[in-house]
């Protein structure tokens, strides 16, 4: 089991990055690697990634949702053993800390590889930073769920 752990500072307020988190159709427009989500229900996503050529499956059920505090979620069926959480923290009126925590399972020579070279770390750090850029730049959200799980 591999851990990953990233931050990163926006420079938006809680409740906007909280509502574009909740937009998991939209992760390709940030997230390098994701080619489609597709949101079945309240509790469940089915993903379609390809990273290093090797393109996967799967479903992930959203475990905890609390709104501007977190989202946890954890792999249920498909080709990728992960589990996860992302936190929210309120800094000031206009500034969000989002705190990344993910344990992943490699699979495979490429994966094992992959994840001694640190290649989970890197990617989430990248993804965050885009994420960053995709959510200043917009100034707000492209839309929001604020139900609990």
């Not at 939209?26 to 997230?31: A, G, I, K, L, T």
């Not at 959480?85 to 020579?109: C, E, N, S, W, Y």
């Amino acid at each position: 089991m591999s851990h990953v752990e990233e931050s990163i500072t926006v420079d938006v307020p809680v409740t906007t990055v909280y509502n574009q988190w909740t937009q998991f159709e939209e992760f390709p427009r940030f997230m390098s690697g994701v080619e489609r989500i597709e949101q079945r229900s309240d509790r469940m996503t089915h993903w379609v990634t390809s990273i290093g050529g090797q393109r996967r499956e799967f479903d992930a059920r959203i475990t905890e949702q609390i709104p501007d505090e977190r989202v946890a979620w954890t792999t249920v069926e498909g080709e990728v053993r992960q589990a996860g959480v992302v936190t929210f923290h309120r800094l000031d009126d206009a500034k969000t800390k989002i705190m990344l925590q993910m344990d992943t399972d490699p699979k495979g020579l490429a994966d094992t590889v992959g994840d001694k070279l640190g290649f989970a770390q890197r990617q989430a750090k990248t993804d965050l930073k885009h994420f960053k850029q995709f959510i200043e730049s917009r100034g707000s959200a492209t839309g929001a769920w604020r139900g609990q799980a």
